[in-house]
């Protein structure tokens, strides 16, 4: 096991203090350097640092990022559920740690999905019955994990494989 203990901070965002979110700063007692570009290969960063090691990921809606002795991550609600990603984290470090031998270490970060192209395959109504004011907002929303295929009432079941299988290329893995 590479990443054993670590402690949580829990801070309001500086650049506006009246934002009901809160971002997280696991500390870790453990360098977990070495692991980082494995750990990129199976979860897919979409911003890879290779000197000092670093890898970002963008899940829920959320910024992550992993250093080799800092996890930050954004717009949480409450500690519990910083906890929460912290120790799924954890898990996927220590499992990318001891399956190393198997996986191909990444240097690069993965290609993003884009915006326009999510919209290509929505119907393009501005109907509003996924929630958001147009299609445009929703396809934001996707391209950061925010929205799936299956938040859009208006998709017939072929476009909403086609957005599926689009979506799946990027690596848009539940905690």
Not at 41 to 70: D, E, N, W, Y
Not at 78 to 107: C, F, G, H, M
Request: proline residues 6%; contains cysteine.
């Amino acid at each position: 096991m590479l990443l054993k203990n670590y402690t949580i901070e829990m801070v309001r965002p500086t650049c506006n203090a009246s934002f009901q979110s809160l971002h997280c700063h696991a500390h870790l007692e453990e360098d977990i350097s070495e692991v980082i570009p494995y750990l990129n290969a199976v979860l897919g960063g979409t911003c890879f640092v290779q000197s000092p090691p670093s890898v970002m990921f963008k899940v829920h809606g959320r910024m992550i990022s992993v250093h080799s002795r800092k996890i930050s991550i954004n717009a949480l609600k409450d500690a519990e559920e910083a906890v929460k990603i912290v120790e799924w984290l954890k898990r996927e470090i220590n499992e990318a740690w001891e399956q190393r031998a198997s996986i191909t270490p990444k240097y690069s970060a993965v290609s993003r999905p884009q915006p326009l192209a999510v919209l290509k395959l929505l119907p393009k109504t501005n109907c509003g019955q996924c929630g958001q004011a147009t299609c445009i907002v929703f396809a934001s929303l996707a391209v950061q994990g925010a929205m799936g295929p299956d938040a859009c009432p208006a998709l017939g079941d072929d476009q909403r494989k086609m957005l599926a299988e689009y979506l799946a290329q990027f690596n848009f893995e539940e905690m």
